[in-house]
């Protein structure tokens, strides 16, 4: 049996074979990045699709300076992240396109009835939305296939953000930490003309929470959460939508800085701390926090720079807390103590 689908002559049976298909390539995906780019390629083999692009799209509450009133901010990411692009354009043309409270956008209609572009939305993941940019020639038996698709994609976006995030904050977890180093380590070998004098150079820092454990013990784990929730928040609002954060464990969160130089740098976790250290948090008053920071580099394993990260943090530990300690500034051999040598709390 054939039928037209947008003006291709289709089989119904290879177009069940291929949806069955499909649905298992997608299924078998270990991972939310592994399983976009599945996606991405599925609707590449599309006749009809031209250009197939995904975004994660990014609200954020935001108060100009001087002014009681909050303004809603989006920002949208290119899938996959390269942080060496500057994508500010392509997103505005495409926040003008959006209509957030659709699932579906999509151009006006030719005169044979096809649209230009669609947008799918991918919203109920517990991460940020995400969206689908689509161009090529649509007709409605095409876009009833393609929201089939988008729907199966969508419900194992939700079951990847599940096992991927935390459940607290809803950063990405310390699973995803690896597999995001990996990422931004493989750019730089790729780029290597990116890093000279580090001057465009990514930062990864390890963020402890001083004193948690007093935190818990006397206002309950309650507020404990709290704490936790209001300092991913504070993450969020302080570093660039280009960066990556992380929740690691516990009270450790992680950040990649990214296309900055070593001063830029420490100056942009200082001033985090300070504000970390000036925000009253509910109940328990004020926090501050202790900050780990290593250079990344395109050689180094993750394990081995998340170990630098955590010998510059528990430097910082021992010598006051509330600080920002670089570890290519550690000079005294002398600072590879053991947690268990070190009173954390």
Not at 48 to 72: L, Q
Not at 226 to 253: A, I
Request: net charge negative; with cysteine.
């Amino acid at each position: 049996m054939l039928f037209y689908c947008n003006g291709v002559t289709m089989s119904l049976d290879q177009t069940v074979g291929q949806i069955f298909s499909w649905t298992l390539q997608l299924t078998s995906q270990k991972d939310y990045q592994e399983l976009t780019y599945c996606f991405l390629g599925i609707l590449a083999e599309i006749p009809w699709i031209d250009n197939a692009v995904a975004y994660e799209i990014y609200n954020h509450d935001r108060k100009k300076p001087g002014e009681s009133s909050v303004f809603h901010e989006r920002l949208f990411r290119r899938f996959p992240v390269d942080i060496t692009r500057n994508d500010q354009d392509d997103n505005n043309n495409l926040a003008n396109l959006l209509d957030q409270n659709a699932d579906l956008n999509f151009s006006a209609p030719f005169e044979t009835g096809l649209y230009s572009w669609v947008i799918f939305s991918i919203k109920g993941g517990s991460g940020p939305d995400r969206a689908i940019f689509l161009e090529g020639k649509f007709g409605l038996d095409g876009l009833d296939l393609l929201n089939n698709l988008r729907s199966a994609y969508r419900n194992l976006v939700i079951l990847h953000d599940a096992k991927e995030r935390d459940a607290l904050t809803k950063l990405p977890n310390r699973q995803s930490l690896e597999a995001r180093l990996l990422q931004v380590c493989e750019l730089y070998r790729n780029y290597q003309a990116i890093d000279i004098k580090k001057e465009q150079s990514s930062w990864l820092a390890i963020l402890d929470i001083d004193h948690f454990k007093r935190i818990n013990d006397n206002f309950g784990h309650l507020y404990g959460d709290e704490v936790l929730l209001t300092f991913s928040q504070l993450m969020g609002k302080c570093f660039r939508y280009n960066d990556f954060l992380f929740r690691y464990g516990g009270e450790e969160f992680v950040v990649i800085l990214n296309l900055i130089n070593q001063d830029h740098a420490i100056a942009a976790f200082n001033r985090f701390r300070e504000k970390v250290a000036k925000h009253i948090f509910p109940t328990v008053g004020q926090v501050t926090v202790s900050i780990g920071l290593m250079h990344l580099d395109s050689i180094s394993m993750p394990t081995t720079q998340l170990d630098h990260a955590d010998k510059a943090l528990y430097h910082a530990k021992e010598t006051g807390r509330n600080k920002v300690i670089l570890y290519e500034d550690m000079h005294v051999i002398g600072h590879d103590k053991k947690r268990s040598d070190i009173e954390l709390f």
